[in-house]
């Protein structure tokens, strides 16, 4: 089968397509024909080794997993004896952690895969679950309900096209900051209001949030701290510069009545589950920016990391789109 390879860790030219061998599965484990995937922030530091740290998981002097790829929407290819859940055809979409930059992957029956809801394209499905699985496991922290306001800081990513969706849902007031050409999609997305950061400062209106939610890892604690009310949480998606934001979490438990939180996702079946109804309910889509074919995975790579793009980037592996 044709898959991205790379065997040093390194800039996105270190990515090469070749022919290498369609894996098996093993009983529990389902084989998907993947249509499209995504080239996601994960890929691009588990390719570049950045952190450093992520060689300890990776390999220390070279990758472990020669193929990168999480998000995935595709067929069924085959299954193994003891799956229960999943038939060959059946269309689905999820996540397997490596290998989905490929035409086949194999991933167990349990893991984060169901069944692809219909009417929607396999490109539209493989950008559904990385964003708004992190997205979660950061709002599940922000006790959202109706009669709480959040800031969305970076509502145009990946994390953040889908925290504002997601906010909405758990009926909350949500306010969305992100750069001009982004305001009308955001607010198409659900946002009660919209600042261009590049026209105001919101840590400078006067306005407070019961949590302000930093999707892109670029704005602080220390500088959003009289924008949250008393009690007021301020969540990140990032370790931040020299691993500050742990530090922060354990002070902020002890010290002041607003905390910091960092959301840590673990990828459960049930988030993908939960999104498939979502969906299916018209209350969650995925934004996608653009889409290459699976043999341009530098460009594409490259483009993610220019940290510009609008919510996500697909790699489409078959021409099939799947509706
Ligand atoms: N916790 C985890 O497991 C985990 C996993 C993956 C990623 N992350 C982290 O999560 C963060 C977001 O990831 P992502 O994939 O959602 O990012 P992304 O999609 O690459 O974010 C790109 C968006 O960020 C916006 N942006 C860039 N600079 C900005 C700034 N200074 N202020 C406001 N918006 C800005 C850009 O819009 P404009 O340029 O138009 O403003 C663009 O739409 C990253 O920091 C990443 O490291 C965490």
């Avoid at 894996?23 to 529990?28: A, F, L, N, Q």
């Avoid at 019961?210 to 602080?220: A, E, Q, R």
């Avoid at 510069?241 to 530090?247: D, S």
Wanted: hydrophobic share 40%.
């Amino acid at each position: 089968m044709r898959a991205v390879v790379y065997d040093r860790y390194g800039a996105p030219d270190v990515l090469r397509l070749e022919d290498v061998e369609r894996p098996v599965p093993k009983d529990d484990e389902v084989l998907v024909k993947v249509h499209a995937t995504t080239v996601n922030r994960t890929d691009c530091g588990l390719r570049s080794a950045d952190p450093f740290i992520s060689r300890f998981f990776t390999g220390l002097r070279r990758p472990k997993q020669k193929i990168l790829g999480m998000e995935l929407a595709g067929e069924v290819e085959a299954v193994g004896a003891a799956v229960s859940q999943f038939e060959v055809g059946d269309h689905v979409l999820g996540v397997s952690g490596f290998g989905a930059h490929a035409e086949f992957v194999c991933i167990r029956e349990d893991r984060p895969l169901a069944h692809k809801p219909a009417g929607m394209t396999f490109e539209e499905a493989a950008a559904v679950c990385d964003g708004a699985i992190i997205a979660l496991a950061c709002l599940r922290r922000a006790d959202l309900r109706k009669g709480r306001s959040i800031l969305i800081y970076g509502a145009s990513g990946s994390i953040g096209t889908a925290a504002v969706q997601l906010a909405k849902y758990f009926d909350a007031d949500v306010t969305a900051v992100c750069n001009t050409k982004n305001l009308e999609l955001v607010r198409s997305l659900g946002a009660d209001r919209v600042i261009d950061y590049t026209q105001e400062d919101f840590t400078k209106n006067g306005e407070t949030y019961d949590v302000i939610f930093d999707s892109v890892g670029k704005h602080s604690f220390r500088r959003c701290r009289r924008s949250l009310k008393p009690g007021g949480i301020y969540i990140e998606t990032d370790l931040g510069f020299l691993w500050h934001v742990p530090i922060l979490v354990l002070l902020t438990r002890r010290i002041g009545d607003k905390r910091v939180k960092l959301g840590i996702p673990r990828y459960p079946k049930e988030d993908v589950l939960f999104l498939k109804e979502l969906i299916e309910a018209g209350k969650y889509r995925a934004v996608i920016d653009r889409c290459y074919p699976l043999e341009d995975v530098v460009d594409a790579t490259r483009y993610v990391e220019t940290a510009q793009k609008t919510g996500n980037v697909v790699l489409t592996v078959t021409g099939d789109h799947g509706t």
